[in-house]
């Protein structure tokens, strides 16, 4: 079996897959700006390096559950409690990371600007966390996940 | 007779300063050099700024204020600015805070980032249907149907294990060489957007939002 050079040419390929797939998914997840503020919020500036090895660690953990689908047989109460840690870190991080997109692409300026806005921006950025919120809930409410 | 000191000053002053006490003297701030030493050190020792309210605030200043002050002490000092000419006292308030409450959110932080890069990756092979393209090219290349299970989904991993690691250049206390980890980079250009905005937003004091 290990003769077999097809074999080979199957691991290259995907070791060198793995290799892109990473600069391109942790670049961006780096540019965008979503860790620098959660760090610059909670003034932890010290601890930039245990930020890291957890963000590999996650990194290389999660691609390894996504792809093997491995079994934790956890369950209960202590599962339930996991998940939801699990629920809402994502939702922070996601919450941010769509944020951090629209600032990066400039999105609020571009409208404050066409629109002649002189008042109210707090008020512009509440809405749109109140209708992430309520998109999200009637989303998975709805099982609109499921349709597609 | 001997020749009069040039009283010659040259000021550095940093972008931002970070202080605990509440008397905020030059050299707190930046740093000055002068020929005539009793001249730099009654520069030096001045006081720039009074800190009234006991509560965390950044004050942007203007180092032409400083100049002046330079001035009332000595009438024929020349003031030559090499620094910053508007920089920023980042006030907090002398007590520190709990290590407790500074470690519960480092651990928040962690586990958001921990949690966060999970799903980044997980929603990545997701949306690109990677298991379907790996099986999919399994097939192409053995010529038989795959299990899930293949090398190119070990090798894949790997390859992401790697590219992570040589992207962060570190892990735990390793490091590939001396430059400074992405993340401390994007820090710091976070931090210098940051003053910038401030300065800026100090400049110009209107009423209405304005987004020239």
Known sequence: MLLNW?????????????????????????????FPR????????????????????????????????????????LGQALLLTFGVAVGIFVGC????????????????????????????ILAVALG????????????????? | ??????????????????????????????????????LQNKCSSLKIKKIHEKKQHRYVE??????????????????????????????????????????????????VCFCGAAFAIMTFNNDANVPTLFQELYRLVMGQESDGFTVLEAGYSIGLSLGILIFFNHFMKWKLNTDPTPIEVQMRTYEDDICKTLIQNQGRKETEVDVT
């Open chain 1, 6 to 34: 097809k074999l080979w040419v199957m691991l290259f390929s995907g070791l060198s897959a793995g290799g892109i797939v990473a600069a391109g998914v942790f670049a961006f997840l780096a540019i965008i700006g979503v």
């Open chain 1, 38 to 77: 959660l760090i610059g919020k909670t003034k932890t500036k010290n601890h930039i390096l245990l930020y890291e090895n957890l963000i590999i660690l996650g990194g290389i953990l999660g691609n390894l559950l996504d792809l093997y689908e491995f079994h934790l047989p956890i369950g209960g109460f």
């Open chain 1, 97 to 124: 990371l769509v944020m951090s997109l629209a600032e990066t692409l400039n999105a609020l300026p571009v409208i404050v600007r066409r629109i002649h806005l002189a008042v109210g921006l707090q008020y512009i």
């Open chain 1, 132 to 148: 992430k919120l309520a998109g999200s809930l009637w989303y998975f409410w709805d099982g609109m996940g499921k349709l597609g």
């Open chain 2, 1 to 38: 007779m001997e020749k009069e000191k040039s009283k010659q000053i040259y000021l550095k002053i940093d972008s931002i300063t970070e202080v605990r006490k509440q008397d905020i003297f030059l050299k707190d701030v930046g740093k000055v050099v002068c020929q005539d030493e009793a």
């Open chain 2, 62 to 111: 203007d180092v032409l204020d400083v100049i002046a002050k330079i001035q009332q002490l000595d009438p024929a000092a020349q003031v030559d600015n090499l620094g910053e000419v508007d920089y920023i006292i980042d006030y907090h308030p002398p007590k520190p805070s709990h290590a407790a409450w500074q470690w519960t959110k480092t651990i928040a932080i962690c586990i």
